[in-house]
C-alpha cells in the first residue's frame, strides 16, 4: 500500500511544514555554530575572510571608475561610498542563494543517517547570511562619517530592504537545492551565473534610463530590491518603490513553492544518494 501524497492533504501538509520550521530554530542555531567554529579554524585570516570579498570587489571597481575604465556619473552620493554599499547588499542576496544548497551539501552524511526537520538546514544558513552582513556593516560606518552622508528617518526601513533580498535569495536557494544535491553543476553554474548577474544589476552603477540596459534593468528582480535597500539607507527617496513591494510579495510565493518542494523532494534525494 503506497502512501497517500502529501499535496492532497494541503492542510496537514502546511500544519507539519510549521511545526517543522518551529522545531528546527534551536538545531539550525547548533549547526550555524558549528559551521562559524569550523569554517575559519586553519585560516591565517580568520573571519577577515567576512569582509575581505565585497571589500575587494568594491576596490576593484573603484580604482576602474578612477582610471575611467568605466564612467559612472550623476549619482546622489559619492561613488566610492555608492559601489561599498550596493557590493554589501549585492554579497548579502548571493550568500542567501547558496547558503541553502551549501547548507545541504555539507551535511549529506547527517541527512542520510539522521533524521530530523530538514528547515533546520535552511535557518542555520539564513542565521549564516544575517549573521555575515551584520559584521559586514561595521564597514558601513566609516563610509557614511568620511563620506558625510545625510542619514534620515528611511534609515528605519533599511532593514526591510536586507530582509526582502535575504527572502529573495534563500527562495531561489531552496528552489535549486534539490536537484543540486544530485548534480555538482547546479552548483557550480549558480556561481559562474551570480558573477554574471551582478553586471546586470546596478550594484557599482546607476540604473540606465534607455537602451538595452535601461530594459534588462526593468526586469531584473534584484534591481528594485538593491537599489531601494541603498536609498533607505543614504536617505534618498525610494526610485523604484512599487517595483520592490510587488517583488516582495511575489518572493513569499516562491519561498513557499520552494518550500514545499524542497521538503516533499528531499526524501526521494536523499535515498537516490544513499545508494
Avoid at 528617518?153 to 544535491?181: D, E, K, N, R, Y
Wanted: glycine share 8%.
Amino acid at each position: 500500500m503506497t502512501p497517500e501524497p502529501a499535496l492532497r492533504r494541503p492542510m496537514i501538509l502546511t500544519r507539519n511544514m510549521l511545526r517543522d520550521l518551529a522545531n528546527s530554530r534551536e538545531l539550525g542555531l547548533r549547526l550555524f555554530y558549528r559551521d562559524l567554529k569550523g569554517l575559519y579554524r586553519n585560516s591565517l585570516l580568520g573571519y577577515l575572510w567576512i569582509f575581505l570579498p565585497p571589500l575587494a570587489t568594491t576596490l576593484a571597481f573603484i580604482y576602474l571608475n578612477k582610471q575611467q575604465v568605466i564612467r559612472v556619473e550623476e549619482l546622489p552620493i559619492s561613488y566610492p561610498a555608492y559601489a561599498m554599499l550596493g557590493t554589501l547588499l549585492w554579497q548579502n542576496f548571493a550568500d542567501a542563494l547558496q547558503a541553502p544548497l551549501r547548507m545541504v551539501g555539507q551535511n549529506r552524511a547527517m541527512l542520510i543517517r539522521v533524521n530530523f526537520p530538514r528547515e533546520a538546514l535552511i535557518l542555520s544558513g539564513i542565521y549564516s547570511v544575517v549573521f555575515n552582513f551584520s559584521a559586514r556593516l561595521i564597514l558601513v560606518i566609516p563610509v557614511i562619517i568620511y563620506y558625510q552622508i545625510p542619514i534620515g528617518t528611511s534609515l528605519l526601513c533599511f532593514p526591510l530592504g536586507v530582509l526582502a533580498l535575504v527572502v529573495f535569495g534563500t527562495a531561489l536557494g531552496v528552489l535549486l537545492t534539490p536537484l543540486g544535491i544530485l548534480y555538482k553543476d547546479v552548483e557550480m553554474g549558480t556561481t559562474m551565473a551570480l558573477g554574471f548577474w551582478m553586471l546586470l544589476t546596478p550594484v557599482v552603477y546607476a540604473p540606465m534610463s534607455n537602451g538595452l540596459g535601461a530594459v534588462i534593468s526593468k526586469f531584473n528582480p534584484v534591481t528594485p530590491l538593491l537599489q531601494t535597500s541603498r536609498d533607505w539607507l543614504v536617505g534618498q527617496p525610494p526610485s523604484q518603490l512599487p517595483e520592490f513591494y510587488w517583488i516582495s510579495g511575489l518572493t513569499v510565493g516562491v519561498l513557499v513553492f520552494g518550500w514545499i518542494l524542497y521538503r516533499l523532494s528531499l526524501p526521494h534525494v536523499i535515498a537516490r544518494i544513499g545508494n
